[in-house]
Each structure stands twice: as C-alpha cells, then as structure tokens.
C-alpha cells in the first residue's frame, strides 16, 4: 500500500525565493524537498539534470511506498529525465514538500543539492493510524527539536495519555561510504514521571529530543510511524 500524506496548504501570500543547499555525498542521504519548485514539484524541477551536464546521471532516487523503496533512475538520455532498473523510461515523480525520499548520489564524487522555491505558511500534514512508517521531511528547511513549537512543532503535551504517546520516529544512521546501516528509533512519551525529554528509547529510557540537526538534516527526511488512537495533523511553523 502506497503510504499516503494529506498535504494541506493554507490560503495567503506565497513567499518566493527561498533557497538551501544540502550536502549531498557520495552514497546515500534521506532527503525531503523543502519548497514548492517552479513550474512544480517534479524531481526534475526540484533536482535539475540537464542533459548538457547531466550530473545525476548515475544516481538513484528511493521512493518509499509504506512496505519498501522503489528505485528511479536519474536519465538524463530518457525524454522524462528518469528511467526504471530495465532502462525504460519513467515518468518523474513528484517530489512535493515534506515527502521524505533517499537519493544515491553516483556521482563518484561529494556533491549538494540547491532546493529552491516558494515557502507556503502554515503547512499541515494529517498521518493516519497505521503500522507501517511514512517517509516525511521537515519543510521550509528548518530544523531543530521535534517539539519545539516554534520550529517542526510535533505537539505531545501529557493529556494521559499524549496525542503522540507510542508513535515513534526513525532517523537514519550512516555508515561507511554513507551509506545507510540502520535506523535510530525515538519514541514519544509526554509523561513526565519518566522522563523529562519527551522521547525514550527502545527500553523505555529518557533520551533527548532527536531533533534535526544542522548540515544535511535541515532537509533531511526521516519516518514516522503513528500508533497513536487517532489521526494525527502535524503543523510544522
């Protein structure tokens, strides 16, 4: 089953011309476009190959379907500008904000991603019950802690039990070659008596807040899972 974001963005001015670059190295990164690209969020606008240059060709994007990923190969020789393992041309996925993905840069050599476009306020993403992961990203490229209000704003105050309480995130650890070797697991537990923090690991100690640190997390994509009784609506600032 396709892993699915209800993606709603609120009516107003868009602001234009915001710009980050992410480090991209060789190997792997879990990524999320942070902007709304022009004329749209199709990884060809977002991650430009022009067939000139072409200098993602030899790359991977991992798109995450909810049980697995499914490879998409950058082609800059294909009239899509991407193709699947066969070589067949593919259409280019749509890369819309805060859709976490990993890329595989092939290059050969470290390299970065220029994400640019138009920030949209108050961006609202509803995740239902589910046991299965969603590949998600902070966007307008902010990071910092997980509730932190003022930032990417995961909202679990104690209600016993929180509205986030046994739901977890999964960040991605790396290896050599920066490839990817596992995940680490964060879960949130508003209850105070155990832990001060708001998450705890897999044993139920207080760890600190996972947040999305400076370098590539700023757009950095990570999973959610939730396993909350309800429907949760993330309203990241």
């Not at 089953?1 to 990164?29: D, E, H, N, R």
């Not at 990884?43 to 994007?61: E, R």
């Not at 910092?144 to 929180?162: I, Q, Y």
């Not at 070797?181 to 879960?187: D, K, L, N, P, Q």
Request: aromatic share 12%.
């Amino acid at each position: 089953m396709v892993a699915v974001l209800a993606i709603a963005m609120a009516q107003g001015k868009v602001c234009s011309g915001a710009m980050l670059t992410v480090p991209t190295p060789f190997g792997a990164c879990f990524q999320s476009n942070p902007y709304n690209a022009s004329p749209d969020n199709h990884a060809n606008n977002v991650i430009p190959n022009p067939i000139s240059t072409a200098p993602w060709d030899g790359s991977i994007l991992w798109l995450w379907t909810g049980v697995g990923f499914t490879p998409v190969f950058f082609d800059s020789g294909s009239n899509t500008g991407f193709s699947d393992v066969c070589g067949n041309p593919v259409s280019a996925p749509l890369l819309t904000p805060g859709l976490g993905y990993i890329i595989f840069n092939g290059g050969g050599s470290p390299t970065s991603i220029t994400y640019s476009g138009s920030v949209v306020p108050m961006p609202s993403f509803t995740f239902p019950v589910a046991a299965h992961p969603f590949a998600i990203g902070g966007p307008n490229g902010d990071g910092g802690a997980l509730l932190s209000p003022s930032v990417l704003n995961f909202c679990n105050p104690d209600m016993n039990p929180g509205p986030l309480d046994g739901s977890f995130v999964e960040l991605a650890r790396y290896g050599s070659g920066h490839l990817i070797i596992g995940f680490a697991v964060a879960y949130f537990d508003s209850v105070m008596t155990d832990t001060t923090t708001g998450f705890v690991d897999t044993n139920g100690n207080p760890i600190p807040d996972p947040g999305i640190s400076p370098g590539i997390s700023p757009s950095g994509g990570f999973f959610f899972v939730n396993r909350a009784s309800s429907a949760y609506t993330w309203k990241p600032q």
